[in-house]
């Protein structure tokens, strides 16, 4: 049954994440154009567009993982709960903790199951014992993980299958408490068992955090976005909820796209 | 042209074909009535059964494509429209097939004075004429023309609705009369709902081409 055709603003008023006139240059090159976007809180957004069409590039902008390339240049507001993440007085750090990501390929660390999940608990300095433990049990349960490890805590995360680890990742991410999930293709290297796992624990999630999700796949962004966002050179060509996007959407550009007619 | 195009195409292709068997059947079951021609309207109950098969065929068609090439936005439009035209199409067939079970079941011709006094005729041609234009609707994407009709088919409505008091007046004080008036009430009946299938069609046209949903208002 499909439960998503209330809109967005609707099921919620706040906006969780923002970007206002948002640009962003690698050296010379142009990879976002006067981007502007709003996320409401507890949504899932999803942003499709052929490769180089900026959707990975503009996710990475709400935890800043792009000041970490040189040469890169942006400006416009890209804003968390209100506030501007890109001002100067900004805590980086901080506001990083709120942004919990999740990428293509799992990448457990190579550690038993439980340190992967304690690990950020652990660098944010947490010394309790039973807190940690509470909440690797907790993150884990979150990423629907927790009945298949329980007994195995203590194995290393290398040797479970690769949804697993996926999941591990995602329960990694979960252990220090975000309210936002930033998800770069999470599913692409799997197989369709693990992916439904996937998007199922996506939509379980959505009752407590803010996701955006980067797919190629078209029927994922269909089967698990509240709303679409589809970017193509750059540019935010349109955003709508799903529903919209995928039966009768307002541009001809993104209609092309969608039906496999692009280019 | 991707490959889905292809299979459209050929959806479009079938629908086609299905929709010139039933537009004849139409036409049949009229020259059947006219002629009293038991022949033919023995002819159209036979060819029921194709219409029936080649509803199967697109119905099962459209499965596929639903199956295989998980359509969206105006490939998925099409596709949805054309499962509601293949009904709406084998429903013109059932309808055909009834009105020559009608001209079956009397064992004489209908009266002439009966068929001109509940305006059949007029009836036909507008049945006719909206057939073949939203055919023409459908294959030329012309959502125009397929807005054209529903002016066209309230004239088969009111038809329709003047025919009880018209076959009532006919039947008069002529008892012997009233089993070849109501027979012929039902076939008029049947010409309206044919009408009304071909509204269907229209408004799935439009919806199709136009995303607009034009029903029930």
Sequence with gaps: ?263 | MIHLDRELEQLKKSTTAMWILVQSQIEKAYKALAANDKDLAREVIANEKRVNSMELKIDSDCEDLFALYSPVASDLRTVLATLKINTNLERIGDLAEGICKHILSEENAFDKELLKASDIQEMYDVVIEIMKDVLQAYIKEDTKLARTIFKKDEILNEINMLATKNITEYIGSDISKIEAGLNFLSIIRKLERVGDQITNIAEEIIFSHEAKVLKHL
């Design chain 1, 1 to 263: 049954m499909v439960q998503k055709n209330k809109s967005v603003k609707e099921l919620n008023p706040e906006y969780k994440l923002e970007s206002r006139g948002l640009n962003l240059f690698y050296g010379q090159k142009q990879a976002l154009k006067d981007v502007s976007i709003q996320m409401s809180a507890n949504t899932v957004t999803a942003f499709i567009g052929p490769s180089g069409c900026g959707k990975s590039t503009f996710l990475r902008c709400f935890n800043r993982m792009n000041d970490l390339i040189e040469g890169v240049k942006i400006d416009g507001e890209v804003l968390i709960d209100n506030v501007d993440i890109y001002k100067n007085e900004i805590d980086v750090y901080e506001y990083r903790k709120k942004v919990g990501m999740v990428f293509q390929k799992p990448n457990p660390f190579p550690k038993s199951i439980f340190e992967n999940v304690a690990f950020g608990l652990r660098i944010n300095g947490e010394k309790s014992k039973s807190y940690i433990e509470d909440t690797v049990e907790y993150a884990l349960k979150q990423a629907a993980l927790w009945n298949e490890v329980k007994d195995s805590l203590h194995k290393s995360a290398i040797a479970i299958s690769g949804g697993q680890q996926q999941r591990l990742c995602i329960a990694r991410a979960i252990a220090v408490k975000p309210s936002i999930l930033l998800m770069d293709e999470p599913a692409s290297a799997l197989d369709p068992l693990s992916t439904t796992k996937i998007e199922e624990l996506i939509h379980t999630l959505k009752d407590n955090y803010t996701i955006v999700i980067v797919t190629h796949n078209m029927q994922q962004a269909a089967r698990i976005s509240d709303k679409t966002a589809y970017f193509y050179m750059g540019e935010l060509i349109e955003y709508d909820l799903t529903e919209k996007i995928f039966t009768n959407p307002a541009r001809i550009e993104t209609e092309n796209y969608i039906t496999g007619r692009f280019g």
